[in-house]
């Protein structure tokens, strides 16, 4: 897996490099070809604690860990065990593929979505925003991210026709695909 490792307040000796190579070998050993797009490690010096941060995009979800610790390495250890631990996580999502709970894309869209706060003030008065970036995937790949993500629905660019579609859970369990155009 390649990541760019940066460091602010420290300076990233070849020890320390190796050291993250080593236990990033660890996580590794979870991920598929293709999982990860990009991985960025940043260390830095936090008064007496270095504050470790790794964001990873595994099959486009962002994934974050934090970890602090007066000991560089120690730091290192608990971050790379809590990012394989994600990995494992969204991964065996992926397999299992919920199917349970489904809703048709009105409601989903008025229902309460995990992650997502919002409250009605009055009529129709949106308190809150959430922005998220319009990522190019196949339909294929896009279920496997609503899934991953335990959402009702998805909108995303397809990557085979460049249009906006939403794809979203149904009554029945299967899938439903809304092709907009202009």
């Known amino acids: 897996m390649e990541y760019r490792l940066m460091g602010r307040g420290i300076e990233i000796s070849d020890a320390i490099k190796s050291y993250v190579d080593r236990r990033f070998e660890k996580v590794e050993r979870v991920l598929n070809d293709g999982d990860v797009t990009s991985a960025e490690v940043r260390i830095e010096k936090d008064g007496e604690n270095y ?25 290192i250890d608990f971050a790379s065990d809590a990012l394989e631990k994600q990995v494992k996580k969204l991964r065996d999502k992926v397999r299992v593929r919920h199917k349970a709970g489904s ?50 629905f998805l909108v995303f660019r397809n990557s085979e ?21 202009e």
Do not use: C, W
């Open 103 to 152: 809703k048709g894309l009105a409601e989903a869209i008025a229902a309460d979505m995990p992650g997502v706060e919002e409250e009605r003030v009055g009529e129709d008065k949106i308190e809150s925003v959430k922005r998220i970036p319009l990522t190019p995937m196949s339909v294929e790949e896009a279920v496997l991210q609503m899934d991953v993500m335990d959402h009702l």
């Open 161 to 181: 026709s460049g249009e906006i579609n939403v794809i979203y859970r149904k009554k029945d369990g299967g899938y439903g695909l809304l092709e907009l155009y």
């Open 51 to 75: 504050v470790l941060k790794i964001v990873m995009n595994f099959r486009g979800e962002i994934i974050k860990v934090e970890e602090r610790n007066p000991d560089v390495y120690a730091a």
